[in-house]
Nanobody
Framework: VQLQASGGGTVQAGGSLRLSCAASGRAISTYVVGWFRQAPGKERELLAT????????NYANSVKGRFTISRDNAKNTVYLQMNSLKPEDTAVYYC??????WGRGTQVTVSS
């Protein structure tokens, strides 16, 4: 499985961004896809997961109510809609399938 994350950028606090994770290769439908982030000097943090086959999603408390994970079967893509962004959301964001296959990160910067 190959994953390609995109959609990062710079946004003001309170703004929104949508990240995309495009999957190719072996059937993604058997995997659990997660979004993670890592800020400088901090450990990698799991934000949200989605079970591709069922669409069932789970969220970390830090993003629950602000972030939404979803998937588009036709496009083999998982999204992370991020609303009400805060400066502490600044990090490199990654997607991963079963925490085995990882995409390159995309930088999200939230200015105050």
């Amino acid at each position: 499985v190959q994953l390609q994350a995109s959609g990062g950028g710079t946004v003001q606090a309170g703004g929104s961004l949508r990240l995309s994770c495009a999957a190719s290769g072996r059937a993604i439908s058997t995997y659990v896809v997660g979004w993670f982030r890592q800020a400088p000097g901090k450990e990698r943090e799991l934000l949200a997961t989605i079970t591709w086959s069922s669409g069932s999603a789970n969220y970390a408390n830090s993003v629950k109510g602000r972030f939404t994970i979803s998937r588009d079967n036709a496009k083999n893509t998982v999204y992370l809609q991020m609303n009400s962004l805060k400066p502490e959301d600044t990090a490199v964001y990654y997607c991963a399938a079963n925490q085995i296959f990882w995409g390159r990160g995309t930088q999200v910067t939230v200015s105050s």
